[in-house]
């Protein structure tokens, strides 16, 4: 059965520092990798995507992630953190099948941002 | 802003009653998957829906079911209702094209189970 662990509840990062949140997963195939922020109230909010090729994605408001299958692990980075980056952040992972793609999610990780 | 809609944003139900939350898909995709979110926890899969058919299935009980129409609307219901129902309740819709799919998210249904 697939899974995905994070293992950080809580971050608490300055502003103008960099990010990197941690996420490993298990399966037992390549899978499908998502980043999602949820902010206080809100539902998901795609923030990138890997299904195949370069293992380093870009995605929006400056965030990146690289899939290092060795160590089944997918983590989420930013530079420089803004304030209103403040949110919690889920890693999900999806099965490789055709007509259907159930997303596993991590338990997430709130980020406080300190100004 | 993802285009994925749902109603009401928020509910509050006693035990035992029965409810249907409603979303509204974008248009054009053909897959809608429901989540429920427990307070602190991350989404679970509840089930998914393909073409109007029911295209897999959570750990959840028979008394959540669903329906999805051709005008890209969906429903979840759940009968019976119990205390740890309470949650936010998520749809997200996807176009399923060969392997890929990507899941764009509503802002959920707040339900309150008393």
């Known amino acids: 059965a697939q899974s995905v662990t994070q293992p950080d509840i809580h971050i608490t990062v300055s502003e103008g520092a960099s990010l990197e949140l941690r996420c490993n997963y298990s399966?037992?195939?390549?899978?499908?990798l998502f980043w999602y922020v949820q902010s206080p109230g809100q539902g998901l909010q795609l923030l990138l995507k890997?299904?195949?090729?370069?293992?380093l994605v870009q995605g929006i408001k400056g965030f990146e992630a690289e899939f290092k299958r060795s160590q089944s692990s997918f983590n989420l980075r930013k530079p420089s953190v803004h304030w209103s980056d403040a949110a919690e952040y889920f890693c999900?992972?999806?099965?490789?099948?055709?007509?259907?793609?159930?997303?596993?999610f991590g338990t997430g990780t709130q980020l406080k941002v300190e100004l | 802003e993802t285009g994925v809609t749902q109603s009401p944003t928020h509910l509050i139900k006693t035990r035992g009653q029965q409810v249907t939350l409603r979303c509204s898909s974008q248009?054009?995709?053909?897959?809608v998957s429901w989540y429920q979110q427990a307070l602190g926890q991350g989404p679970q899969f509840i089930f998914q829906?393909?073409?109007?058919?029911?295209?897999g299935r959570g750990n959840f009980p028979p008394r959540f079911s669903g329906l999805q129409f051709p005008n890209y609307s969906s429903e979840l219901n759940v009968n019976a209702l119990e205390l740890d129902d309470s949650a936010l309740y998520l749809c997200?819709?996807?176009?399923?094209?060969?392997?890929?799919?990507?899941?764009?998210f509503g802002p959920g249904t707040r339900l309150l189970v008393l």
């Open positions: 997200a819709s996807s176009l399923v094209a060969g392997r890929q799919e990507t899941q764009y």
């Open positions: 248009s054009g995709h053909n897959t």
């Open positions: 999900a992972v999806g099965p490789i099948t055709g007509g259907g793609n159930k997303l596993t």
């Open positions: 399966y037992g195939a390549t899978p499908y």
């Open positions: 890997y299904f195949s090729g370069d293992t």
């Open positions: 829906y393909y073409r109007e058919e029911e295209n």
